[in-house]
Every structure is written in structure tokens, then in C-alpha cells.
């Protein structure tokens, strides 16, 4: 299987949410958290550093729940647009006929 290279957005994302599980654990131990996750500690901070820009929705879903993090309010800060940022979704152009 290839892997196609992450995209700037991919690896913005991926800071994001790093930074918004670092922010979520607070003052708890890094081998803490993971253990309770049941991922490695080495994973959770290679997510938490966004070395990890797209980790498997298991592992989020498992590291949310332990942190007291909803998936919408993940999806939500993930997702946010920059400020001054253009908008990401796609816009659907119509050819004249």
C-alpha cells in the first residue's frame, strides 16, 4: 500500500490536535494517560508533537475518551478555519451552457 504525502492541511491538523490533547491532559503524566488509552506512550506523544499527523480514529477516539474530550468537540477544533484563512471546502463550478 502507498501512502500518499500529507498535505499542508493534513500536517495543520495534526498540530491541532497535538496541541489540543497536550492542553486536554493538563497537569497528567504523558505514560499515565497512554496506559489508560491503551496506546504506547511513545505514540501519544508522537500525536501530541504532530509527528503523527492522521493516527487512526481508534486511537483518538480511545485518548479523547480518557482525556473527558467529545469527538465533535475534537472534530471541531481539528477543523477550524485560520483566521483571514480562505475557506477549504470545495466549491461546486457550473460550466455555462
Do not use: H, Y
Amino acid at each position: 500500500m502507498v501512502r500518499l504525502p500529507l498535505t499542508p492541511a493534513d500536517v495543520e491538523r495534526g498540530q491541532r490536535l497535538g496541541a489540543l490533547l497536550r492542553r486536554a491532559r493538563g497537569e497528567r503524566s504523558m505514560l499515565e494517560t497512554a496506559l489508560d488509552a491503551r496506546v504506547s506512550p511513545e505514540t501519544l506523544r508522537k500525536i501530541e508533537t504532530g509527528r503523527v499527523a492522521t493516527p487512526a480514529f481508534p486511537t483518538i477516539a480511545a485518548i479523547a475518551d480518557v482525556l473527558g474530550l467529545s469527538l465533535d468537540e475534537v472534530w471541531a477544533e481539528i477543523n477550524r478555519p485560520e483566521p483571514g484563512a480562505e475557506p477549504t471546502g470545495r466549491t461546486r463550478t457550473r460550466l455555462a451552457s
